[in-house]
């Protein structure tokens, strides 16, 4: 069965500071994988998401991640990280027929300082 | 292209009394999958609807249940409401059948069942 970890809760970092959010799935095959945001009271807004081919995937709102089989990881990256960034952030794995019931990991919200 | 909506965004419901939630995909988007997520479980998937065929099912008891029309809106209905069923009930669609198809959210309805 596939999972998703992201070990995580809460990260806090300070206005400018560069971000790395750390994702790490279990699947049998070649997963798909995908980052969401989720700002308070809405719905989630996809950011990026991994396919095949560059391991280095770029996002929206400036964001990137790194497929690592080795590692089994997905990490999201963002070099300098504003106010509006703050929110609760997804790592998702899905694939297959089953694209539809991904599974998501239990999301790391972060704070931003100014 | 509108987004995913969702109607109601709010509910207040009394144990016991059944709720009908209503979900209407992105424009030609065929999948539409429902999530349920609490503070303490996180996202946990529903149900998978395809082409008016139920695809894939969550681990949920069955008072939760869904259809999906020809127009490709779904709605999910949860009967004998109890006081767990308290969370936001968020609905996505994706393109076709395409494994690599990311989640399209719309933005919830929020059940608060008292």
């Known amino acids: 069965a596939q999972s998703v970890t992201q070990p995580d809760i809460h990260i806090t970092v300070s206005e400018g500071a560069s971000l790395e959010l750390r994702c790490n799935y279990s699947?049998?095959?070649?997963?798909?994988l995908f980052w969401y945001v989720q700002s308070p009271g809405q719905g989630l807004q996809l950011l990026l998401k991994?396919?095949?081919?560059?391991?280095l995937v770029q996002g929206i709102k400036g964001f990137e991640a790194e497929f690592k089989r080795s590692q089994s990881s997905f990490n999201l990256r963002k070099p300098s990280v504003h106010w509006s960034d703050a929110a609760e952030y997804f790592c998702?794995?899905?694939?297959?027929?089953?694209?539809?019931?991904?599974?998501f990991g239990d999301g790391t919200t972060l704070t931003v300082k100014p | 292209k509108a987004g995913v909506t969702q109607t109601p965004r709010y509910l207040i419901k009394t144990r016991g009394q059944q709720v009908t939630l209503s979900c209407s995909p992105i424009?030609?988007?065929?999948?539409v999958s429902w999530y349920q997520q609490t503070p303490g479980q996180g996202l946990q998937f529903l149900f998978e609807?395809?082409?008016?065929?139920?695809?894939n099912k969550g681990n949920f008891p069955g008072r939760f249940s869904g259809r999906q029309f020809s127009n490709s809106r779904s709605e999910m209905n949860v009967s004998t409401l109890e006081l767990g069923d308290s969370a936001l009930y968020l609905c996505?669609?994706?393109?076709?059948?395409?494994?690599?198809?990311?989640?399209?959210f719309g933005n919830g309805t929020r059940l608060t069942v008292t």
């Open positions: 996505a669609s994706k393109l076709g059948d395409l494994s690599n198809s990311p989640l399209h």
């Open positions: 699947y049998g095959a070649t997963p798909y």
């Open positions: 609807y395809f082409s008016e065929t139920q695809r």
């Open positions: 991994y396919f095949s081919g560059d391991t």
């Open positions: 424009s030609g988007h065929r999948s």
């Open positions: 998702a794995v899905g694939a297959g027929v089953n694209a539809g019931k991904s599974t």
